[in-house]
């Protein structure tokens, strides 16, 4: 199995490359990156013959950045609370994205910090949920190592198992690519949502009214506003 070259080149970066990725989506805000599928795919690579990182490294590994990721963004919620979502237009700290995971931590109260794990946005903004609602620390710790365990040893060790398949073997390639396909499908839908709502919204929206000219403005045989009141 090639890693990247045929002399292993990056293959050592692996490790500390997927701790990064995993530590930056789920502590730094960023909702962007693909935490659940690149711990998929990494499994499934490293039960390839010459895999640089043995899975039962990486998986706790894994598990280790989302624990950390998850201390640095309880840490921004409670300095700073919801200040990064004033602005419902920015980029990145999107007010609806603090919403939703309001939203998904009312409804499933502390166990929300452990399923939060397994859906995109609310992996990235629990943490700054839980700490800018006053959570007591210890509570989150707990719940949020056990998600970050069940999540990132999980999908991993998943990942791993299947690659273990003789048909996923052979055809490593085409499942690498249709993993990275499905993961993008949340976000075209996303998108493809709302272009419809704005199309929709523009099209329900009343036509404004032509100006009608003054007419005592006007009189016969002139052009509207060029006439002589009389």
């Not at 996303?190 to 709502?197: H, M, V």
């Not at 009343?206 to 016969?220: G, K, W």
Request: overall charge positive; hydrophobic content about 50%; glycine content about 12%.
């Amino acid at each position: 199995m090639y890693w990247l070259g045929h002399d292993g080149m990056f293959g050592s970066a692996v490790l500390p490359g997927v701790m990064l990725i995993v530590f930056v989506e789920t502590g730094l805000l960023c909702p962007f990156l693909p935490g659940d599928t690149l711990l998929f795919t990494s499994g499934l690579l490293a039960a390839q013959d010459g895999a640089p990182v043995d899975v039962w490294t990486l998986a706790p590994c894994a598990a280790l950045a989302a624990v950390a990721g998850g201390q640095v963004g309880y840490l921004i919620g409670w300095r700073l609370g919801p200040a990064f979502f004033r602005k419902e237009d920015a980029r990145i700290f999107k007010r609806r994205y603090l919403t939703s995971s309001q939203q998904f931590f009312s409804r499933h109260g502390r166990k929300a910090i452990v399923l939060g794990h397994f859906v995109g946005v609310v992996r990235t903004f629990m943490p700054v949920v839980a700490g800018a609602s006053g959570m007591r620390y210890r509570v989150f710790l707990l719940y949020d190592v056990l998600g970050a365990v069940l999540w990132g040893v999980g999908l991993t060790v998943v990942g791993y198992h299947l690659g273990n398949v003789a048909f996923v073997d052979t055809h490593l390639e085409l499942m690498v690519v249709l993993v990275a396909a499905s993961s993008t499908l949340p976000v075209v839908v996303s998108a493809g949502r709302a272009y419809l709502a704005r199309r929709r919204a523009a099209a329900s929206e009343p036509a404004s009214p032509s100006p009608r000219p003054d007419p005592a403005n006007t009189s016969p045989g002139c052009p509207p506003g060029t006439g002589i009141r009389r």
